[in-house]
């Protein structure tokens, strides 16, 4: 069993999860194939690893034996990759696309830096649509992807990467908590149609009953760089003020320096998950593997 890392992979993924669903979608493959390599590895010690509680797993006193046998191999094999990959020595530009809000507030300058440096090629980022990065991923034109939403392909692994939340934001103070009928007093700063963003946003308004037609709309723009831009040089009115729906990171600078303000919906908290994606045929790639547990491990 040794041989096969994979297994103490998952093993390791369910125990720092402490779920078999957030481990599947962690490690891109399916539940039942998560449960089925526990049981492999079960079966092969000839005792329970883990138990099933209503709260998530505990691992078992043999678990927690193996969880330290199998975190020094993993530390053992990452040393080791970096040599592994000098060995194969290829000379390379790694493409990795990101969609605007990921690309442009989530990962830093000194990440691509730090990611060229572990896998001692270049690294190459666009930034682009969700649904253009999936498309260049299977035209082979990148190599991986950071997406905002999970656009399902068969041909392609995702891996869910982090949580990301949608705010109310304006360039006025605003209540920090809003009623869901307080919404319909402001002017809007919309997504377009097609954006997968407005998509989460009308399921969410949907499920509160909120009719996204009866909003002041003065805009519709095409991803986040322009909502905020838009936002920001848009008329201050604190009788009515301009607000638009964006993630956190987005403005999380602006927030601390004073200059927008964002609010919460009451009872609710808009939630997304930000996915690694990348196709199947290089499911066993050493750069591929290697970038993927980079981001993961929280270097980005």
Same mark, same amino acid.
């Given at each position: 069993m040794l041989k096969d890392f994979v297994k103490l992979e998952t093993f390791l993924t369910v125990s720092r999860e402490r779920s078999f669903s957030k481990a599947s979608a962690k490690l891109g493959i399916s539940q039942p194939a998560v449960t089925q390599q526990i049981k492999f590895i079960e079966k092969y010690l000839g005792v329970k690893i883990i138990e099933r509680k209503k709260n998530g797993i505990k691992l078992t006193a043999e678990g927690d034996e193996l969880y330290k046998v199998a975190t020094r191999l993993e530390k053992e094999i990452n040393s080791s990759e970096k040599d592994i990959l000098k060995i194969i020595n290829k000379e390379m530009t790694f493409r990795l696309g990101a969609s605007y809000t990921i690309g442009t507030y989530v990962i830093p300058g000194e990440c691509l830096n730090e990611m060229s440096e572990t896998?001692? %090629?270049? !690294?190459?980022?666009s930034i682009d649509h969700s649904e253009? &990065? &999936? #498309? %260049?991923?299977k035209d082979r034109k990148l190599d991986v992807g950071l997406i905002e939403s999970p656009i399902i392909d068969s041909d392609l692994i995702y891996r869910e990467w982090v949580e990301d939340e949608l705010v109310v934001c304006s360039n006025v103070p605003i209540p920090k908590t809003l009623k869901t009928e307080e919404l319909y007093n402001y002017r809007w700063i919309c997504r377009e149609e097609s954006s997968h963003t407005?998509? !989460? &946003?009308?399921? !969410?308004?949907?499920e509160l009953g909120v009719s996204c037609k009866s909003f002041d709309v003065i805009s519709e723009v095409s991803n986040?760089?322009? &909502?905020? #831009?838009t936002i920001k040089r848009s008329k201050k009115n604190a009788e009515k003020p301009v607000v638009t729906i964006i993630s956190k990171h987005a403005i999380s600078d602006e927030v601390a320096k004073g200059e927008l303000f964002e609010a919460r919906l009451r009872g609710y908290t808009m939630t997304r998950k930000f996915y690694i994606v990348y196709t199947k045929e %290089?499911?066993?790639?050493a750069y591929v593997d290697k970038v993927v547990d980079y981001i993961l491990a929280g270097q980005c």
């Open positions: 896998i001692n %090629n270049d !690294v190459n980022l253009t &990065i &999936i #498309q %260049n991923l407005r998509k !989460v &946003i009308s399921e !969410v308004f949907e986040t760089t322009a &909502i905020l #831009q %290089n499911k066993h790639n």
